[in-house]
């Protein structure tokens, strides 16, 4: 079921006209839950990733991207202003967002851009060749990397980490962004770029995320190592650590309870989530050599007033 785009009220569009600050939504949301890995069509309010007040001016016009998690979250608002930018672009995710994935598809066609769907897991080593094999079989090329999908669960202590979890979260968080660099770099031209979703866990540590967080970690780790090491082929290499953002990954954290979701967000320094709109325009930055051509090895923070200088 395909969700219609949400119409835009007259004193929003007068606020964007004005580029004064869009009044994104602010907890408490409705009490609810979700099975993993979440559908976002189930949420409410459904996140905002059409990002009205954004201008694009072709900066991605030609790229081509392959975009993990791309169905839903920070991956759909990737997607979607890629496209506006001028880029065509391939979108991963679980079999069981395909309801996702095809709403997503509908988006970045209506925007002019070409979107090639594959499911599959990237916690599979083989996945992750594949989908930058069959994405340069489709388009030809690949320009923009973007390793954003992730697994969480929060847990009450450590020992509540099994082994099995602890496997399954490094491997779909760090290891396949590693296997998918891997494959990519292989494929990329000077002028091409990799971009990670890190988190604020990477920085700040999160107590009922202790291998989300170290994952995280690790991402920062090696987006700083990947960058020196393809600086002289003309690859740049970046991360971005958002804060709390309003996607199904977390309602859909089996560590929270329904209330813990309504509320999610809250106790962030702005007193509310991130929509993926307000994160995407980071992606876009990192991805243009218009904006960013001097930039590389960088996590750049999207906390909403979270600070470190880690």
């Known amino acids: ?183 990519a770099i292989e494929h990329m031209k000077p002028g091409s770029v990799i971009i990670a979703t890190s988190s604020e866990t990477g920085i700040l540590g999160s107590a009922k995320l202790p291998d989300y967080s170290a994952t995280k970690g690790a991402i920062n780790a090696f987006t700083k190592t990947l960058a020196q090491s393809l600086i002289e082929r003309g690859i740049r290499v970046n991360a971005v650590a958002p804060g709390p953002v309003w996607t199904p990954l977390n309602p859909s954290d089996a560590g929270l309870t329904p209330e813990e979701v309504a509320n999610f967000g809250k106790k962030n320094p702005m007193g509310r989530p991130a929509q993926p709109e307000e994160l995407a325009p980071a992606y876009v930055f990192l991805a243009s050599n218009a904006d960013s051509s001097y930039i590389t090895g960088t996590v750049l923070q999207v906390m909403g007033g979270e600070t470190s200088g880690g």
């Open 1 to 183: 079921m395909k969700r219609k785009p949400r119409a835009k009220k007259t004193s929003e569009i007068d606020r964007a006209d004005r580029g004064a600050p869009i009044d994104e939504p602010r907890p408490p949301f409705p009490v609810q839950h979700q099975q993993s890995p979440g559908i976002e069509a189930q949420l409410d309010p459904a996140p905002r990733f059409e990002a009205e007040a954004y201008k694009a001016a072709g900066k991605l016009r030609g790229k081509v991207a392959l975009i993990t998690g791309g169905d839903s979250g920070i991956g759909r608002a990737v997607a979607t202003m890629f496209a506006r930018e001028g880029a065509d672009v391939t979108i991963n995710y679980l079999a069981e967002e395909q309801v996702d994935a095809e709403q997503t598809r509908a988006e970045v066609e209506a925007r002019g851009g070409q979107c090639l769907l594959i499911a599959g897991d990237i916690a599979e080593p083989d996945i992750c060749v594949e989908l930058v094999e069959e994405t340069v079989r489709r388009f030809g090329k690949i320009d923009i990397l973007v390793s954003n999908a992730a697994h969480q669960r929060r847990k009450g202590s450590l020992e509540d980490l099994t082994d099995e979890e602890l496997e399954y979260t490094f491997s779909t968080n760090i290891f396949a962004y590693v296997r998918l660099a891997r494959a």
